[in-house]
DNA sequence: GTCTATACCGCGATAGAC
DNA sequence: GTCTATCGCGGTATAGAC
């Protein structure tokens, strides 16, 4: 995409992107996705309307666009999870690595959580892996999802999710937030309580 | 049915505001209250977008207007429990409590957690009695809110509304998933389970 | 007191000039 | 690649019919 002459061509076209999506996420972070106009982005990069609309079809795209890394992780935690033997390992795996993938984009996880443009997104983002959509649950619920496994996985789930993305947890450094997550999440999920990374 | 001029006027406003509200709940539910536009509302009842304006001067209103209901009950149990002696007896009371309305009101709780419409209009709704606000995790927390607290409750509160308000429940009858929920929510808070009422 | 007609402005989105 | 111009729809607002 780089080559040659294209340095001016790189940064216009691959570097307005990334830029733009920052500023979204950014501007999303600050007012919501419903809160955040065209215009604002368009401001915030000193351009127009139009030229957000050359890089993106559609607002929907940006908020998809947005939210795509973090499902990545998320798809990557949910495969290597699946690959461990014992059950055990399956839900100590996914658990660390999901409540890692929540502190780590605390932002974007409370975006995640409260607002329906990016619930629509991600839906869509998935439609092509579905196996892990329900893959998450499937892992945690066992064979047997029977009533209270099936509640249980929901609960945890959601509850560590919007419980990392809330603004009453902005103060807590990374380290001591994933553990206090951690806790709670073994607790819930009737895993033995171990070592404080 | 009629419309004469004496039963239009004591069976419009009282009546016509009641009609709105629970045709816009169906239809936020439906649709989620960014998708639904007082087009939408008015076209359902048959009238023009000006007189659903009549009855409320802002699209906000609506929404408080339709989750109000729930927050006063959220409120007087949170009072109730409060009320209780022991600090036992005050997470029973309003876990069961926090449960009960959440499985009763599954349609509304599953907007709220998804909608920052709803959300917005929530926070608004409470502007007076924060007290109930904090006082929900005041009374999960007790005295010492420490971090290990702090993340049990909002991971419980979120994750008990959420899991019942999610589709995937929407096959359970109240009982099952009220109980369900119950057990998740005890062992979460370190309460003894017991009695299936 | 209840509703209709109508207008306003900002939004997401499209078409076409440079 | 970015712009101007324009469209239709959304929430909001007012004047006035009954």
Redesign the interface.
């Known amino acids: 995409m780089t080559t040659g002459t294209a340095e001016a061509g790189a940064r216009g076209a691959a570097d307005t992107r990334t830029r733009l999506l920052d500023t979204a996420l950014r501007l999303f972070t600050e007012h919501?996705?419903?809160?955040t106009s065209l215009q604002m982005i368009a401001d915030a990069l000193g351009v127009t309307k139009a030229a957000v609309y050359y890089h993106f079809k559609a607002k929907d795209e940006i908020t998809e666009a947005v939210t795509e890394p973090a499902l990545r992780e998320l798809d990557a935690i949910v495969t290597e999870a699946s690959k461990q033997r014992r059950r055990g390992a399956q839900i100590d795996h996914l658990l660390a690595g999901f409540i890692d993938l929540v502190v780590r984009h605390r932002a974007l996880v409370a975006l995640f959580?409260?607002?329906?443009?990016v619930?629509r997104a991600v839906e869509k983002s998935i439609h092509g892996s579905e196996d892990f959509k329900q893959g998450l649950?499937g892992l945690l619920c066992g064979d047997n999802p029977d009533?209270?496994a099936?509640?249980?996985a929901?609960?945890?789930?959601?509850?560590?999710a919007?419980?990392g993305g809330?603004p009453?947890?902005a103060a807590?450094d990374d380290e001591?937030?994933r553990e206090?997550?951690l806790?709670?999440g073994r607790?819930?999920l009737g895993r033995p309580r171990h070592r404080t990374a």
């Open positions: 919501g996705v419903e809160g959580s409260s607002d329906p443009g619930a649950l009533t209270a099936m509640v249980t929901h609960v945890a789930l959601a509850g560590l919007m419980a809330s009453a947890m807590l001591t937030l206090a997550l806790e709670v607790r819930l």
